[in-house]
């Protein structure tokens, strides 16, 4: 994860305070919640330039800052060579 | 109308004893004791237990079934069961191998009426948080929880407490645990005196005890999984069946009657008046069932319940059928008039199924769902139609 990641995930958490946002950390148990959620699924899109596509939008992608960064990190990889 | 069950039989002698006693009970916002002694001696209450755990393995389709059929008699009757219910199928999928010894087996044999603790004073019913602490003393963990409403509460033989699990960092860290009634301390803390639904008995409680770990239904802070994968589910699709079941059965009450000598001279079945509001809420009813059975059959079938248009659905099955199953007895108040629509002891009973159907919207608000279901839409943009 990135510092630029961790500090757009903050302001959604609003549990995490100052602490440390590792790759296990929870993000339901900081405060994501369903409304919160699709604000974070904007920024994600606007900050790193993906689109997250509709299979990806389920509670397992949005459970720790880690996997969701997998899922941004994966998004953000050309496949196949091509662009969009 | 649903094929003949193994389950008939039991149906049949709860459904003549909660009409016997639905008009006392009703009146005096009491628990329906004798419905609940039926359902243990047929060991209706133990539907949703598994084989494997001593049980008949009944199915969601079967819940719906019995649910609605109860509901046609008694709609507090028909949620007191569908409640029990969830509680039972949360311990199947969840519970560890000690806690299904203890407590399935039992529940099969009629001998566990699980109620459930959800509520809490400051956040009304939103499921997904908890504010009052579980705490460590030792082995044991320590409950002390007030909840506002707890349906069935001084009746129920143990209960799924939702906390906040130990060491949690926010409310959002919840856990549902298992305590029998001699685990707790309990205290009816206040009255129950609502407008309709008034046999389920829902009082205020403070419940204090300690558990043993093992009670812990899932992984501490694990109860949103139980909640999206059985939890909610389960009480969309229970709360759904006995609302669904409550206005079909004021529905047919009248039916019966207006074909009857005395009500041919009452309705005019020639009216064009009174077969379009009758054809009206033929509609609203088959609307609701076909959602019901349909999303009975998408969560059957799910590979993810999390996924937006399963979550979708769910909610929609809860917002359509309260509002459907209302409106039906709505209409049926305005096609019998006062005698029969208003007063409460008319033989229909429309006047009681109409107090305890205005509830349906409010337990679990429509209007939260709805900016659940909002907030889902835009989760998913191809609305992949569940």
């Known amino acids: ?84 | 109308m649903t094929a003949a069950s193994r389950y008939d039989a039991a149906v049949e002698t709860v459904v003549g004893v909660a009409a016997a006693h639905a008009q006392a009970t009703d009146s005096a916002a009491a628990f329906p004791t004798d419905a609940l002694a039926a359902m243990r001696s047929t060991q209706l209450l133990g539907l949703l237990v598994p084989a494997t755990d001593g049980g008949p393995g009944g199915t969601l389709t079967d819940l719906v079934d019995v649910t609605e059929a109860l509901g046609r008699v008694d709609m507090s009757v028909a949620m007191i069961f569908a409640m029990h219910c969830q509680q039972v199928a949360a311990i199947a999928a969840y519970g560890a191998e000690k806690l299904r010894a203890e407590v399935l087996p039992a529940v099969a044999r009629g001998e566990l009426y699980l109620g459930s603790v959800t509520t809490e004073p400051g956040k009304g019913g939103h499921l997904l948080t908890s504010e009052s602490g579980l705490e460590r003393a030792g082995e044991m963990l320590r409950v002390d929880r007030q909840a506002p409403i707890v349906t069935g509460g001084p009746h129920a033989d143990a209960f799924l407490i939702t906390t906040r699990a130990p060491e949690a960092g926010s409310a959002t860290q919840v856990d549902l645990v298992y305590a029998a009634r001699d685990q707790l301390e309990i205290e009816v803390t206040g009255g129950w005196q609502p407008l309709g639904m008034r046999a389920t008995h829902s009082v205020p409680m403070r419940l204090r005890g300690a558990v043993p770990q093992w009670q812990v239904i899932g992984e501490h802070g694990g109860f949103r999984d139980i909640a999206t994968a059985v939890f909610a589910p389960l009480a969309h699709i229970g709360w759904a069946a006995a609302w669904l079941g409550a206005a079909a059965g004021a529905y047919s009450r009248v039916l019966r009657h207006a074909r009857s000598e005395a009500g041919r001279r009452q309705f005019a079945p020639s009216s064009e008046l009174v077969l379009l509001r009758l054809a009206e809420i033929r509609i609203r009813l088959d609307a609701a069932h076909a959602l019901l059975r349909h999303t009975v059959s998408v969560v059957e079938s799910a590979s993810d319940m999390s996924a937006s248009p399963v979550q979708l659905l769910l909610n929609t099955l809860k917002i359509r059928a309260a509002e459907e199953s209302f409106a039906a007895v709505h209409e049926l108040v305005e096609l019998v008039g006062l005698r029969h629509g208003y007063l409460t002891d008319s033989p229909l009973l429309v006047e009681r199924t109409f107090r305890d159907l205005r509830s349906a919207s409010l337990n679990y608000g429509n209007d939260r769902l709805r900016l659940a279901n909002g907030a889902l839409t835009l989760r998913d943009p191809g609305v992949r139609l569940a």
């Open chain 1, 1 to 84: 994860m990135n510092n630029e990641f961790t500090e757009m995930l903050r302001p959604f958490l609003k549990f995490a305070g100052n602490g440390e946002i590792s790759e296990e950390s929870r993000l339901r148990d900081l405060g994501l919640d369903s409304m919160r959620e699709i604000e974070l699924l904007f920024a994600i899109e606007d900050t790193f330039g993906v689109a997250v596509p509709d299979d990806k939008l389920v509670d397992s992608t949005f459970a720790t800052a880690g996997g969701l960064w997998d899922v941004v990190e994966e998004l953000r990889a050309p496949v196949g060579g091509g662009t969009r």
